[in-house]
């Protein structure tokens, strides 16, 4: 499939809909909300396991990944009540009992009092409702060099992907990549890899994403508060890097555009504020059903959304243009910025520059044909309540659509 028909795939996100019931071969798609980066109790989060997948139900999101750090929730495991880090706080059980009663299961080993974590398949059991919630299988694969961290986040595969290790930051990048790819053909499902995080630490440099064709996701927006989405003097913000990776690849080095999510990375489920709290960052998915299956195909395909706040209505896009039209809510205004990378004849113009920007719930971009991608960003002027920053604005980023190539 070319760029320019799996972006049309991608992005058509009203024109089935329009269609005829008697011409529609498929059940028609619908949105679903859900998000990719969750950490409980089996790892480093605060929460048990059926706590943080009780706020995101109650919450209103349909699929939700644990993606606990190189593990899945499988299993026996205790974890000891107490102070400590790595402990499950006595202030947080409290909570836990009120929701949950007996359904804890306590023990007293040694003196020391402990909680049994829920394993996946209990959470199952108890939570996922036909076409209203489900989990997807996933794990955070975390991995470093040179104390720099490099994290992805991966889903719907069967068998634990363990952090390859690398020479350097560019070579785990790769490694990962090829793992799951591995992880693909052995299990027979589709697999989604997401880079995470990539200025966590000053990890992962523009040109390491650009120069690894496998990198097909990134986090344009993580709501973990040490994340530095948006960069400082001398590093780029996230923004900026979906833009030099997408102009790089499309003008330069060739390969496959970058498609972006945003996410919790939740930790903190307690406190509101918190460093890592439940409910910053999202994505829309626009898939047949709401199965594992199904939302990873979707997103495999570029065909969601990321979001903060913003609801989109549609995203439509075809050889003259694309336009972009917002869920509005009363009272909230919307500036819409189309944003992309332009040709100077056979060399790059300036990078990611606004080409486009208008306020209201709608906006109308036409192609010039000198872009090499066009992606929109929608903010609004509602603050987050509790935002990756304190001044956050609720806002949704659309995938890039691409216009044309300088190289293959």
């Given amino acids: 499939m070319s760029?320019?028909?799996?972006?049309?795939?991608?992005?058509?996100?009203?024109?089935?809909?329009?269609?005829?019931?008697?011409?529609?071969?498929?059940?028609?798609?619908?949105?679903?909300?859900?998000?990719?980066?969750?950490?409980?109790?089996?790892?480093?989060?605060?929460?048990?396991?059926?706590?943080?997948?009780?706020?995101?139900?109650?919450?209103?999101?349909?699929?939700?990944?644990?993606?606990?750090?190189?593990?899945?929730?499988?299993?026996?495991?205790?974890?000891?009540?107490?102070?400590?880090?790595?402990?499950?706080?006595?202030?947080?059980?409290?909570?836990?009992?009120?929701?949950?009663?007996?359904?804890?299961?306590?023990?007293?080993?040694?003196?020391?009092?402990?909680?049994?974590?829920?394993?996946?398949?209990?959470?199952?059991?108890?939570?996922?409702?036909?076409?209203?919630?489900?989990?997807?299988?996933?794990?955070?694969?975390?991995?470093e060099h040179a104390k720099k961290p490099v994290h992805h986040g991966a889903m719907n595969h069967t068998n634990l992907i363990p952090p390859p290790g690398g020479a350097s930051v560019r070579d785990i990048l790769e490694r990962t990549v090829r793992a799951a790819q591995e992880e693909e053909k052995k299990s027979g499902r589709p697999v989604l890899l997401h880079l995470n995080h990539p200025n966590f630490g000053w990890a992962v440099e523009p040109d390491d994403i650009a120069h690894v064709a496998g990198e097909h996701f990134f986090e344009v927006y993580n709501g973990h508060r040490g994340a530095w989405n948006y960069g400082d003097h001398r590093h780029k913000s996230t923004e900026q890097i979906w833009d030099?990776?997408?102009?790089?690849?499309?003008?330069?080095?060739?390969?496959?555009?970058?498609?972006?999510?945003?996410?919790?990375?939740?930790?903190?489920?307690?406190?509101?504020?918190?460093?890592?709290?439940?409910?910053?960052?999202?994505?829309?998915?626009?898939?047949?059903d709401l199965s594992a299956e199904a939302i990873t195909r979707a997103m495999l395909a570029g065909d969601f959304y990321a979001s903060s706040g913003v609801t989109l209505e549609a995203v439509t896009?075809?050889?003259?243009?694309?336009?972009?039209?917002?869920?509005?809510?009363?009272?909230?205004?919307?500036?819409?910025?189309?944003?992309?990378?332009?040709?100077?004849?056979?060399?790059?113009?300036?990078?990611?520059?606004?080409?486009?920007?208008?306020?209201?719930?709608?906006?109308?971009?036409?192609?010039?044909?000198?872009e090499l991608y066009v992606r929109a960003t929608v903010v609004s002027s509602r603050k987050h309540p509790n935002g990756y920053s304190p001044e956050d604005f609720e806002s949704a980023w659309t995938q890039p659509v691409v216009v044309h190539r300088l190289t293959k």
Wanted: charged share 25%.
């Fill in 3 to 143: 760029d320019w028909l799996r972006s049309l795939f991608a992005l058509s996100l009203c024109s089935f809909l329009a269609l005829p019931l008697a011409a529609r071969t498929a059940p028609a798609p619908a949105w679903f909300r859900g998000n990719t980066h969750t950490h409980t109790l089996w790892s480093d989060g605060e929460a048990a396991p059926e706590y943080a997948a009780d706020w995101y139900k109650s919450h209103g999101y349909q699929f939700l990944v644990l993606s606990d750090h190189n593990m899945f929730a499988e299993g026996e495991r205790w974890k000891r009540i107490g102070p400590g880090r790595n402990d499950m706080r006595p202030e947080t059980l409290k909570p836990l009992l009120d929701r949950f009663g007996k359904s804890v299961e306590l023990r007293e080993r040694g003196g020391v009092q402990e909680m049994r974590l829920k394993t996946l398949d209990q959470l199952r059991a108890a939570f996922e409702e036909k076409d209203r919630f489900i989990f997807i299988k996933g794990e955070e694969i975390t991995d």
């Fill in 244 to 288: 030099y990776v997408l102009a790089m690849r499309l003008g330069k080095l060739g390969g496959a555009p970058l498609y972006a999510l945003a996410t919790d990375d939740t930790h903190q489920y307690f406190r509101d504020q918190a460093v890592t709290n439940p409910g910053r960052g999202w994505v829309m998915v626009r898939a047949e």
């Fill in 317 to 370: 896009s075809d050889q003259g243009g694309m336009k972009v039209r917002v869920a509005a809510q009363a009272e909230v205004r919307y500036t819409i910025r189309f944003l992309g990378t332009r040709t100077l004849g056979d060399r790059l113009g300036e990078i990611g520059i606004v080409l486009q920007e208008s306020t209201g719930p709608v906006a109308a971009y036409s192609f010039r044909n000198d």
